[in-house]
């Protein structure tokens, strides 16, 4: 079964642009989950949507959006690109059935690593 | 709400020698702990999972965890480092759908 694929890899843009990146999840799997890598604040989490629709959140501002497609298939957005952006992005897939009680595995992807300028 | 320490953002040891890497959780219910590997220039890949079903966890690459309420920890170790284990590791928490990670350890192993 193929793992989680993330495009492009790598990306660098300047401050005030706005960027997309995309997560295709293992197949079956209907929730998918971002997360953004730095060197100062660590893994933190961005949303998590589940059949097209948002079920999770964490603490970042409203210039962070995603949206999941029907086959799964989700994407993010950046608008208005700030230096503090820079990050490496990380989707994780899972089947997202099980809910609280005992949490599905999540696999992740290579991530897209942002630079920006 | 759920949160999780690791306990030493460096850890060193020889090829050969015991890994062992601290974890200390928090959580006001019982908690799903997790401990990811990360390499260079990549994802992160699961190492284990501790969901109740038993208190000292096997995962993959000899690693094991143990969890132990008393003490709220949930360290992770192996008998016999190898130097394909230098990478970093995260231990993490399940939050309703989210995971919750600490800020990880990087292992060195030397020959």
């Known amino acids: 079964k193929a793992g989680v694929t993330q495009t492009p890899r790598y990306l660098i843009k300047t401050r005030g642009q706005q960027v997309t990146l995309s997560c295709s999840p293992i197949?079956?799997?209907?929730?998918v989950s971002w997360y953004q890598q730095t060197p100062g604040q660590g893994l933190q989490f961005l949303f998590e949507?589940?059949?097209?629709?948002?079920?999770n959140k964490g603490n970042f501002p409203g210039r962070f959006s995603g949206r999941q497609f029907s086959n799964s298939r989700s994407e993010m957005n950046v608008s208005t690109l700030e230096l503090g952006d820079s990050a490496l992005y990380l989707c994780a897939s899972s089947l997202g059935t099980s809910g609280s009680r005992s949490p599905d595995t999540q696999y992740f992807g290579p991530g897209t690593r942002l630079t920006v300028l | 709400a759920q949160s999780v320490t690791q306990l030493g953002s460096h850890v060193s040891v020889s090829e050969g020698a015991l890994v062992l890497l601290r974890c200390n959780y928090s959580s006001s219910v019982p908690p799903y702990l997790f401990w990811y590997v990360q390499y260079p220039n990549q994802g992160l890949q699961l190492l284990l999972k501790?969901?109740?079903?038993?208190?000292l966890v096997k995962g993959i690459n000899g690693f094991e965890a143990e969890f132990k309420k008393s003490e709220t920890s949930f360290h992770l170790t192996k008998p016999s480092a190898h130097m394909s284990d230098a990478a970093e590791y995260f231990c993490?928490?399940?939050?309703?759908?989210?995971?919750?990670f600490g800020k990880g350890t990087t292992l060195s192993v030397s020959s």
């Open positions: 501790y969901t109740s079903a038993a208190t």
């Open positions: 197949s079956g799997h209907r929730s």
């Open positions: 993490a928490v399940s939050r309703e759908t989210a995971l919750i």
């Open positions: 949507y589940f059949s097209e629709t948002q079920r």
